[in-house]
């Protein structure tokens, strides 16, 4: 992102409580809007939705250093199989347990928490990412290998969770998973990789950084905040007459998403990592791909089901916690990793 700091940058925190509140107020009060993000879906994902993360995570995927990209996945393998130990050792058995432990008697909500459980972070992590000044380069190769990893995992958790150990049937299309990686992760990262070096060979390196970069670099926080609304609409006449079970299922996701968090940034800093290794292992290993959660939980349960409604919640937890540790992270960042003095965020500029 441009280092140029602008109230969007800077207020970031009270632009997504604002876009919080837009959401559900249009949601409780501008039905006819809220049928019209309904009328337009892809597997259950509301293609608004869609557009929103595609605006917010293609700047990301035109601003990576793919030249450093080898580099980083031979010197950082430490840090790519932490994150994968996080992703796919972790995460699945913790979120599980939580769900059953918080929400034991509506299995409706414990099967939808375990579909976000089981589905790893490819999208929207590069955001708090890179709000928290972490390396973007690593944490584009987690997500990568996560993506695949994805690809080839998530029917054998989904059987493991819910048909052996809950007695839940699911059948999950190979295909359905491929695709929402491809959509969320591939054509965004195609289309940042084709424009660098387009740009690299028209104008050059420098100026492409100097002032391309700047100029597109405001659409990422522009396509979360537009992102936050729809998501947040969607949802909000449900949020507010129901406020009793969003809380009973914002419980464990909150624990869930902070726990990892913590312990993630905790063990980095412990190995000896940097701070921004350390910040990209954390948000890696406690993020989630939630289209993928909600896709699934609608195509097989359907859109009004409690499994669905638990994979929708999950992102209106995800990203206020998210935002709150990135500012944990900057805050902490000089008294855990003394020679980070010199890292600046596009929210803080320290």
Same mark, same amino acid.
């Given at each position: 992102?441009?280092?140029?700091?602008?109230? *969007?940058?800077r207020?970031?925190?009270?632009?997504?409580?604002?876009?919080?509140?837009?959401?559900?107020?249009?949601?409780?009060?501008?039905? +006819?809007?809220?049928?019209?993000? #309904?009328?337009?879906?892809?597997?259950?994902?509301?293609?608004?939705?869609?557009?929103?993360l595609?605006?917010?995570?293609?700047?990301?995927?035109?601003?990576?250093?793919?030249?450093?990209?080898?580099?980083?996945?031979?010197?950082? =393998?430490?840090?790519?199989?932490?994150?994968?130990?996080? #992703?796919?050792? @972790?995460a699945?058995?913790?979120?599980?347990?939580?769900a059953?432990?918080?929400l034991?008697g $509506?299995?409706?909500?414990?099967?939808?928490?375990?579909?976000?459980?089981?589905?790893?972070?490819?999208?929207?992590?590069?955001?708090?990412?890179?709000?928290?000044?972490?390396?973007?380069?690593?944490?584009?190769?987690?997500?990568?290998? #996560?993506?695949?990893l994805?690809?080839?995992?998530?029917?054998?958790?989904?059987f493991?969770?819910?048909?052996?150990?809950?007695g839940?049937?699911?059948?999950?299309?190979?295909? &359905?998973?491929?695709?929402?990686?491809?959509?969320?992760?591939?054509?965004?990262?195609?289309?940042?990789?084709?424009?660098?070096?387009?740009?690299? =060979?028209?104008?050059?390196?420098?100026a492409?950084?100097? =002032?391309?970069? !700047?100029?597109?670099? !405001?659409?990422? &926080?522009l396509? &979360?905040?537009?992102?936050?609304?729809?998501?947040?609409?969607?949802?909000?006449?449900? @949020?507010?007459?129901?406020?009793?079970?969003?809380?009973?299922?914002?419980?464990?996701?909150?624990?869930?998403?902070?726990?990892?968090?913590?312990?993630?940034y905790?063990?980095?800093?412990? *190995?000896?990592?940097?701070?921004?290794? +350390?910040?990209?292992?954390?948000?890696?290993?406690?993020?989630?791909?939630?289209?993928?959660?909600?896709?699934?939980?609608?195509?097989?349960?359907?859109?009004?089901?409690?499994v669905?409604l638990?994979?929708?919640?999950?992102?209106?937890?995800?990203? !206020?916690?998210?935002?709150?540790?990135?500012?944990?992270?900057?805050?902490?960042?000089? $008294?855990?990793? !003394?020679?980070? +003095?010199?890292?600046?965020?596009?929210?803080?500029?320290?």
């Open positions: 992102m441009s280092d140029s700091l602008g109230v *969007l940058d207020y970031l925190t009270v632009w997504i409580g604002l876009a919080m509140v837009l959401g559900v107020g249009l949601g409780r009060f501008a039905p +006819s809007f809220v049928d019209a993000l #309904n009328a337009v879906t892809w597997h259950g994902t509301s293609l608004p939705i869609a557009v929103g595609f605006v917010m995570i293609f700047p990301i995927m035109a601003e990576i250093d793919y030249g450093r990209v080898p580099t980083v996945t031979r010197t950082a =393998r430490s840090e790519i199989a932490l994150t994968l130990v996080f #992703n796919w050792l @972790i699945p058995f913790v979120m599980y347990g939580l059953t432990t918080f034991g $509506r299995p409706g909500f414990v099967t939808g928490l375990i579909l976000v459980g089981i589905a790893p972070c490819i999208a929207m992590v590069l955001i708090w990412n890179e709000l928290a000044a972490g390396n973007q380069e690593l944490c584009a190769v987690c997500v990568g290998v #996560n993506s695949l994805q690809i080839a995992l998530f029917v054998p958790y989904a493991l969770f819910l048909t052996v150990m809950r839940t049937a699911v059948d999950v299309s190979m295909s &359905l998973i491929a695709q929402m990686v491809g959509v969320f992760l591939g054509l965004p990262l195609l289309l940042g990789y084709l424009t660098q070096k387009a740009a690299f =060979r028209t104008i050059g390196r420098q492409y950084y100097g =002032r391309v970069i !700047p100029r597109i670099s !405001p659409f990422g &926080l396509g &979360l905040l537009f992102t936050v609304v729809v998501m947040f609409a969607l949802k909000g006449d449900y @949020i507010v007459a129901n406020p009793g079970q969003i809380v009973l299922i914002a419980v464990p996701l909150l624990i869930f998403f902070a726990g990892l968090w913590a312990l993630a905790g063990v980095s800093a412990a *190995l000896g990592f940097s701070y921004t290794e +350390s910040v990209s292992v954390a948000f890696t290993a406690s993020s989630n791909n939630f289209e993928l959660a909600i896709a699934v939980a609608v195509a097989v349960f359907g859109v009004g089901s409690n669905a638990a994979t929708v919640v999950g992102p209106l937890i995800e990203v !206020p916690v998210m935002l709150a540790l990135v500012r944990v992270a900057l805050a902490t960042k000089d $008294r855990l990793f !003394p020679g980070s +003095s010199g890292v600046s965020s596009p929210i803080t500029g320290d």
